[in-house]
């Protein structure tokens, strides 16, 4: 923080709210993908170690099929898995600024750790081929990913919830990153983001379960069913816990992060979780059936239906567990506003002070460029007027007593007659155009009228 405090300036009030919409966007964003990655990865390495333990061909099938989904481009990874991690940074900077809390060190830690899990897990993924020959290489790269990736997310989840809990702030000054605080608050959240990542990555499985069954022909009755059976069936119990957790997450929650809408949304969550688990046993109860094969036999056109029917439930499903991760990622928001409810009002007040010493600052400036002008007018008029023009007496030009206090309303047209000097008076001969610049003409013009006044006097 110290380093970025440098380049920074506090973000007034407005800017603050649009940083908290900004943060829900680019948090829902990242954690929604990353959930799935991690949910994906997991499910991968453990069925392709139970496949190594004892082999069987469903398994191996569905650690491979897991792999081949699109959240494994490198890409999409940087986009979705390393840049919303620099910008959340930058924001949470911007929102602690000026206090001392230094949640840039937590962040910066974890997105190394999140790039090197991405690294390792997509040599995972590169590796299966070779499965057989190298188990050990290829099933290190992908445990290890894992590790990484859950030490990140236990890194800045922990991050998040120092920034609800003022009570430990001070504290936490030392800037050893490692000593991590223990927090009921921590565990809990972390176990709802890794219990909501592997259900989430259930709906992504079911998705790719029917879209499989239909454009694919290798895909027999055994492995359909077991893949429903998992897609549908290991988010279950998932789901089942959430709840608990959440009320949890909410009990060890300091209280100043706390607010009635917390638990309005709180509540909604588990609502729309309910929902998700039932459409989801529904559909555990069911075969998936790929469309085509079905059509031609008149005798299977109720199970047609049936097939058609929960199909068309995925969609729902992952529309709720999009719904899902928007409430977590708002309500996280609404905590952390909370939390910072005091930090906001006087962070509001530092860019106002320091907004003020800005146009201080700014005004003493523009003080010292008259100063400076008017010094350059004197100059310029010794330099090139005298020769021509004095105060009280004729020379080639005009007497200035006589001609310069039709000018002494508006300024700027005398400037302008000096830049571009026009003929005037029949008596004398036209005045020569000396080439001053507008800056030149005005600082002259300001000059010489300013001194009408002293020459008047005497
Ligand atoms: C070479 C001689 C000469 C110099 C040098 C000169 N002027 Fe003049 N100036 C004149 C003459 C001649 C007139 C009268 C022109 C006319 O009435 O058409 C005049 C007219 C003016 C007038 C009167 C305009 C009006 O509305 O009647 C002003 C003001 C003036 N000069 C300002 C300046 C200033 C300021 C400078 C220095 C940057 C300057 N002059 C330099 C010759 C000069």
């Known amino acids: 923080m110290p380093y970025i405090e440098k380049f920074i300036l506090p973000p007034p009030a407005n800017q603050l709210t649009l940083f908290g919409y900004l943060i829900i966007l680019v948090y829902l964003l990242h954690i929604a993908f990353i959930s799935v990655f991690l949910g994906s990865s997991l499910l991968s390495v453990i069925y392709n170690i139970l496949d190594k333990r004892k082999p069987n061909r469903l398994y191996a099938r569905f650690s ?14 940087v986009i979705l898995g390393i840049l919303p991690l620099v910008t959340l940074t930058i924001l949470y900077s911007l929102i602690l600024y000026g206090s001392g809390l230094r949640i840039d060190t937590f962040f910066i830690l974890g997105i190394f750790h999140v790039g090197v899990g991405l690294a390792l897990l997509y040599r995972y993924q590169r590796t299966f081929a070779v499965r057989g020959t190298q188990f050990w290489s290829h099933i290190g790269a992908g445990i290890g990913g894992l590790l990484f990736l859950l030490a990140a997310y236990f890194i800045l989840i922990s991050a998040t919830s120092l920034i609800m809990d003022f009570e430990k702030r001070s504290f936490i000054r030392s800037p050893d990153p490692y000593s991590l605080l223990f927090s009921w608050n921590v565990i809990a959240r972390y176990k709802i983001f890794l219990l909501a990542s592997v259900a989430l990555t259930g709906g992504v499985v079911l998705f790719y379960a029917f879209r499989w069954s239909e454009a694919r022909e290798d895909i027999d009755e055994d492995y359909r069913h077991f893949l429903k059976t998992v897609a549908a069936g290991v988010p279950l119990p998932c789901i089942m816990l959430l709840p608990v957790l959440i009320v949890w997450s909410l009990i060890t929650l300091p209280s100043v992060a ?18 998700i688990f039932y459409i989801l046993y529904s559909i555990l109860g069911h075969d998936i059936r ?130 571009s000097p026009q003929k005037i008076n029949p008596e004398y001969p036209p005045m020569p155009n000396y080439g001053l610049n507008k800056l030149e003409s005005t600082a002259v013009a300001s000059y010489v009228l300013e001194r009408l006044d002293t020459e008047r006097a005497q």
């Open 258 to 275: 706390l607010s009635p809408a917390v638990f309005v949304l709180a509540a909604l969550t588990i609502v729309v979780l309910m929902m």
């Open 64 to 77: 491979e099929d897991l792999l081949g989904t699109d959240i494994y481009n490198v890409t999409l990874g």
């Open 290 to 419: 790929p469309r085509v094969t079905l059509q031609k036999d008149e005798t299977l056109f109720q199970s047609r239906l049936v097939f058609h029917d929960k199909s068309k439930l995925v969609a729902p499903v992952l529309i709720l567990f999009f719904v899902v991760f928007s409430l977590f990622s708002i309500n996280d928001q609404i905590m952390i506003g909370n939390a910072m409810r005091d930090h906001s009002l006087v962070l509001v007040a530092k860019a106002e002070a320091v907004r003020k010493a800005e146009s201080a600052k700014r005004e003493e400036a523009q003080a010292e460029i008259v100063q400076v002008s008017a010094k350059a007018g004197e100059d310029i008029f010794n330099l090139r007027c005298t020769a021509c023009h004095q105060y009280g007496e004729k020379l080639v030009g005009p007497p200035f007593n006589t001609v310069l206090p039709k000018y002494k309303p508006n300024p700027e047209q005398l400037a302008a007659f000096i830049q």
